[in-house]
């Protein structure tokens, strides 16, 4: 061992993962608490606000609902525009405070890796005029939204100052952040393997694409893809794998190939249901949750999800008909015995489960039709296609065993691609 002393961060986007992570490093552990207490398990903006703290006291982040009343002030105190708040916010979240642009001149030059809608210059003068007066009142109220906190953190490392850890493990590394990733690249310094990074670009649901090597992270020749899935059946393996493309590649050209991958066993075909009701979803899901309990699957290893929080209550139907409790998990609910899980798809990453039933697969429900209704450049729309499939990609692949995946007619087209070979009981596939 080079380093029995070094302290390591073992962390990912979300805390909810971070938290899982924890509970099987522990079981990993066992007796050894010379080697835990050297190992923190956070997520890492928790890690980032911490440090900042430390530095200049407890911090005012701003919720999102208090930001898109600062963008929406800002937009309306600007001269006429044809901007829509979807692109305000995304524009702001992506771009502006990513990047930490603070001065016009930066925003006019910066490349804008990820959003497609071309903007010239005299549109984004226009821009610039809003989001200036965002940064504004966020300094008048004396709020510091994350990027901002990471980017004093970071500085402050860049300075010599002394970080969290020496060495640090990240888990879902493709929904890792800008303003993140700079951080961590600061963390490591010139340590030699400072970093590693586990990631999948196929379940990159969260952030747009940038480049990792202009922020100091080049792992062109350094990364090793995994050929073995020990999570998921062949079946619903392979069955997830036609929502994408053989081929994913990132900003700086690293590519995942998808052929050939295997997994480790064996499962039932993956069935996907059209139904003509909602009466008729909700017994074709009770049903099959019902045959699961009879199969010997426990609540808590079942998980339903649907595309976001309006479609839950026609899941809570199938349940509670199947004669079962549920928890409707957030961020900071766990699973719990003697109950299944129900939550929406994004809040799905990292979840395992024996047997999975995505419910409400609907056409304008995935992809979301306000999503799609927000694009303001048609360049945009690919982004969006693409973050939905990943997000569906996600959902299926929490299932070991079983999968369900039920829609009204018309359906999802995704499911199209699904449908290929899969098991049909009934409906038009």
């Known amino acids: 061992m080079k380093h029995p002393q070094a302290r390591v961060l073992l962390t990912t986007f979300s805390i909810t993962l971070a938290r899982h992570l924890r509970q099987k490093l522990e079981r990993l552990l066992g007796d050894d608490p010379a080697v835990g207490d050297r190992i923190s398990v956070r997520s890492i903006d928790e890690v980032g606000i911490d440090c900042f703290e430390q530095l200049s006291g407890k911090a005012s982040i701003p919720t999102p609902s208090m930001l898109r009343a600062l963008i929406k002030a800002a937009s309306q105190a600007a001269d006429d525009h044809k901007f829509s708040m979807r692109f305000l916010e995304i524009e702001w979240t992506d771009v502006v405070d990513a990047w930490q642009l603070n001065s016009w001149e930066a925003y006019r030059d910066v490349a804008r890796l990820g959003r497609k809608t071309r903007l010239g210059e005299k549109q984004r003068a226009l821009l610039w005029q809003i989001f200036q007066k965002v940064r504004s ?47 961590l690249s600061a963390l490591a310094g010139d340590q030699p393997n400072g970093l590693f990074f586990a990631g999948d670009l196929g379940q990159r649901i969260f952030q747009t694409p940038f480049s990792w090597r202009s922020l100091g992270v080049d792992i062109r020749g350094r990364s090793h ?22 081929e ?61 929080e309006a479609e839950l209550p026609r899941a809570m139907d199938a349940i509670a008909k199947a004669g079962l409790k549920y928890v409707i998990l957030d961020h900071n609910t766990e699973t719990t015995a003697g109950s299944v899980s129900l939550c929406p798809m994004h809040l799905a990453k990292g979840l395992e489960f024996r047997s999975v039933a995505i419910a409400a697969c609907d056409d304008e429900v995935i992809p979301l039709q306000s999503r799609i209704e927000s694009i303001a450049d048609e360049a945009d729309l690919e982004d969006v296609y693409e973050t939905e499939r990943h997000l569906l990609y996600v959902a299926c692949t929490r299932a070991r065993d079983h999968l369900l995946i039920t829609g009204i007619d018309p359906a999802s087209e995704f499911l199209n691609d699904l449908a290929q070979s899969a098991h049909a009981l009934g409906g038009q596939y």
């Not at 004093?152 to 990240?170: C, I, K, S």
Request: hydrophobic fraction near 40%.
């Open 137 to 183: 009142d966020l300094d008048e109220q004396g709020l510091t939204t994350l990027p901002t906190i990471f980017a004093a953190v970071t500085d402050r490392l860049n300075n010599g100052g002394e970080g969290p850890a020496e060495f640090v493990v990240v888990d879902e590394a493709q929904d890792i952040g800008v303003p993140q990733l700079r951080f």
């Open 248 to 308: 994913l590649s990132d900003v700086d050209g690293n590519a995942e190939t998808r052929t050939g991958t295997v997994s480790a066993f064996n499962g039932a075909d993956p069935t996907i249901r059209i139904v003509e009701s909602p009466d008729e979803e909700t017994a074709v899901i009770a049903a099959w949750l019902a045959e699961r309990k009879e199969l010997g699957v426990q609540p808590r290893e079942i998980g339903v999800f649907v595309r976001s």
């Open 225 to 246: 893809t995994l050929r073995i899935n020990y999570r998921t059946s062949h079946q619903i393996r392979r069955q997830a794998d036609r929502l994408l493309p053989p």
